[in-house]
């Protein structure tokens, strides 16, 4: 390996005499021995081919496909490469891609993992593919149409009943249901592999929820712009008038033709794949929803929205089939929607794809399809599957278990485990296996095995800048355009495995690549620019806000202004414990009632006023303690989860503003309490940087998103939480006395954030009538209970549709700004006790939270609210 190296780095500095195609083939190893050399063209035949002797194996040349990619990497050839991979790397990251195998609500995201060099198809190879990918998907769908139909197939013995019935994806619910559109499948993937001869070989399928459409997009859009000289000159194949076919496919299907509202089923934001779900919907223009975005009425589906129920004629399906309906599939499910494979049935709407097809993903399907096809199709199989034998066939059982060591055990069922490689078994696991197979045949598939083809990788570690080849696995998609019509994908995503492992799998580690199809005639012109430039079936986008995106929202505005406020109350108090004001005991009073109020810390720490260093050390502690306190940590947390929710409808600034605040404040606050110290200089650094990325956000909310109904919730949201908590607090200052002390008077002023403006305005008067005339009356003030009670009322207006100078219902609850005079508030009697005052303030924090639940069931559950409409 060291001496690889040395030879890299001379052949780098070399540079300038050799061309780029050939330093590749001096610097690429040769595939492993028996693996096709996706480099060369060729396999390699075994011991004694090597660099240095090319006549004995397939010699340093490279493919015509790969020598035009290096030959197009530009004068700075490979001193390039590192730089590439640095910006490879920094665009994954910024497009916030990310694949969580096991995704966890407060872990951080994983990002997606892509390699720097596509994969090359050939014409000739992809000819060979499509070929054989068309001919299965239409296998496939004629399968399905029987095993819910007549089920001639299973009477005549040419499937299994076991085999079909026994599986847990075969949905007796579905017998008898013939499609909206008549297409079962409107999406399948196939995994392939190339022999050592060079051809293809399918090795699994996916027709359930198959994942990958949104990764390889992004996979494309950033090597096409890391390689553009590269991409254009090799006439690689389009990929965007796949997507608009798959669209205006399922919308020609639909009862309700070219009006169809189709929409994306995800199972929400912890989903692993949920950032494809999100770029896919807003890609071709769908609303994403939830299962509990939708509601079945008389055998029809509805979208709940702000503005009513709308009827949905289609579903692209990213969820598993058992959690559709919890009616009739898995009970204990709430992912999916009660009544719906009734609606299915009665034909009233099209899922792709429809609901029953895991079955055919079984590895066992894979050995009854030549015969399938020879009886549905009456043609032979042009693209071959390995070897497959199942074990519920005793004689199948006993023809392969005296190959297990040269094969692929795979469980039959899902949920049964991973793969398990024959030659990697020592002599007494195979007799462990053999024993399981005989006992428990049904569970259990053998497949043949095959070396997987190795494509080069670009690798930059400890050992060295080199070329390292891998084995790979080709995903290959078909997408339904019509009746009994489908197209493949022009593209793919390919699977790369890690160092020295056969099994291409990205929960084990691997990586993806890009796949360039190249053709000899013309490229379709479509292309993945932004949506404005694409036709009007990928470009629509429907402004329609579902009622649980306008509730993330609405929760999205509340939790970042309890963020903000939360913030500052914790900074105000460490900065007054430790300041000239700490021996005020009403302001130490009022901190400590308000840090208790918000639980910024525990009703059962002694307060300021009695123990002043317990209290700052508790307040700290519980900055990101999400578990016993809402503190900042909470409220971070809180709002990075609303926002996941709605992560379609965000900015992808705005996204990582949101993910880097909450990082780096945990981050942040463990370095500053570690070794139990507890440093308030420390504490509120953190704090005013924590600050910093609130103002970046807020900023987003206001100036970079669309001014519709669901910016208008958000807006609610912050506006319902501001007056509430400065109501509040504004009472408790004049309860406690702490608004006659100076100390008191300008943390109270500094709480709402008006310190520069009452400075300026009052220079260092401390009397109550001007403080009351900047945060509770003064309508130039964002900070004022009278801004903020005049903004909650126009967004309300506008929310309900009222005309201009009508104020609703909803909104008449807000109190209103103008009710009271200053000369009102400042009445107060012989004790100094300002009655009119507080009970005003109340008022509007009570009005705050009252308006909450009413804005909740009339927008969100729907209970209170009876405009709402059936669209039947």
Known sequence: MDTHNDSASSLFDADAQETPAALAAALAPLAAAGHFDELRGAANPG??????????????????????????????????????????????????????????????????????????????????????????????????ADVYGPQRLLADGLLPSALVQGHPGYLRAMHGTRPAGGNH????????????????????????????????????????????????????????????????????????????????????????????????????????????????????????????????????????????????????????????????????????????????ESPAFLGFLPALSR????????????????????????????????????????????????????????????????????????????????????????????????????????????????????GGMARIAGANLEIASMQRGGSSADVWVLTDGEVDPTTLLPQEHLGPAVAHRSRLVTSRAAENLFWLGRYTERAENTIRLARLTLECLNGEEQSSPSLLAWLSELAVDHVLVLPTVPPATQARRVFERSLIAMLTDTEHATSVGYNLRALKSAAASVRERLSQEQWNVIVRAETEFFRQCAICTQDGDYSPVEAMRVLDNVNGYMAAMTGAQTDRMMRDDGWRLLSTGRH???????????????????????????????????????????????????????????????????????????????????????????????PDPQALTLEQLCEHDADGHYATLIAHLKNCSDAAWRLSDTLSARYFTHSGDARQSLGA
């Open 720 to 814: 319902i939480e501001r007056l509430g908590f400065l109501a509040s607090a504004l009472a408790a200052g004049f309860e406690t006395g702490t608004v006659f002390d100076d100390g008191g008077f300008e943390a109270i002023v500094a709480l709402f954030d008006s310190t520069i403006t009452f400075h300026d305005q009052y220079q260092r008067r401390h009397d109550v009538p001007p403080l009351l005339d900047l945060l509770v009356l003064d309508r130039d003030n964002p900070r004022s209970l009278g801004w903020v009670a005049q903004t909650l009322r126009g967004r309300l207006a506008k929310l309900e549709g009222a005309a201009s100078g009508i104020i609703p219902e909803v909104a008449q609850s807000v």
């Open 375 to 490: 009886h549905l199709l009456g043609e032979d199989l042009s693209l071959p599957s390995l070897a497959t034998w199942w074990c519920g066939e005793r004689a199948a059982m006993e023809a392969v278990l005296p190959l297990l060591g040269d094969s692929v055990i795979k469980p039959t069922w899902p949920q049964g485990g991973g793969a398990e490689l024959g030659r990697s078994l020592s002599r007494s696991q195979l007799d462990e296996w053999a024993g399981r197979i005989m006992r428990q045949g049904d569970e259990h598939t053998v497949q043949g095995y095959m070396p997987l083809s190795q494509m080069p990788t670009w690798k930059t570690n400890a050992n060295g800048d080199h070329i390292a080849l891998r084995s790979v696995v080709l995903r290959v998609f078909a997408v339904s355009d019509g009746p009994q019509s489908w197209r493949v994908l022009p």
């Open 185 to 360: 499948l409107h999406i399948a993937a196939f995994d392939m592999a190339r022999d050592p001869q060079g051809n293809w070989w399918v090795v699994t399928q996916r027709t359930q929820a198959p994942s990958g459409l949104g990764y390889l997009l992004e996979n494309r859009l950033i090597i096409s712009r890391l390689f553009p000289e590269a991409f254009s000159d090799m006439h690689v194949q389009r990929l965007a008038a796949s997507y608009r076919a798959l669209i205006d496919g399922m919308r020609a299907m639909s009862h309700a033709g070219g009006d169809a509202r189709i929409v994306l089923l995800t199972p929400g934001p912890y989903n692993e794949t949920y950032f494809e779900h999100a770029y896919l919907a807003r890609y071709l223009g769908l609303t994403l929803v939830e299962g509990s975005d939708l509601t079945v009425r008389d055998q029809h589906l509805y979208l709940k929205t702000l503005q009513g129920l709308e009827p949905v004629h289609g579903i692209l399906k990213r969820l598993d089939d058992e959690f559709l309906d919890p009616l009739e599939l898995r009970s204990d499910s709430r992912l999916g929607v009660p009544g719906l494979l009734q609606v299915i049935r009665a034909g009233n709407v099209m899922m792709a794809n429809a609901p029953g097809s895991a079955f055919l």
């Open 47 to 144: 011991p004694g081919a090597s660099l240095a002797t090319p006549s004995a194996g397939p010699g340093a040349e490279l493919a015509p496909p790969w020598a035009r990619f290096f030959e197009n990497l530009g004068r700075e050839g490979f001193n390039d490469l590192n730089r590439r991979t640095v910006n490879l790397e920094r665009q994954v990251r910024d497009n916030g891609i990310t694949y969580n195998v096991y995704a966890d609500a407060n872990g951080p995201q994983r990002p997606w993992s892509l390699d720097l060099f596509p994969l090359i198809i050939s014409p000739q190879s992809w000819q060979q593919i499509e070929a054989g990918v068309l001919q299965r998907v239409k296998l496939l769908d004629r399968i399905m």
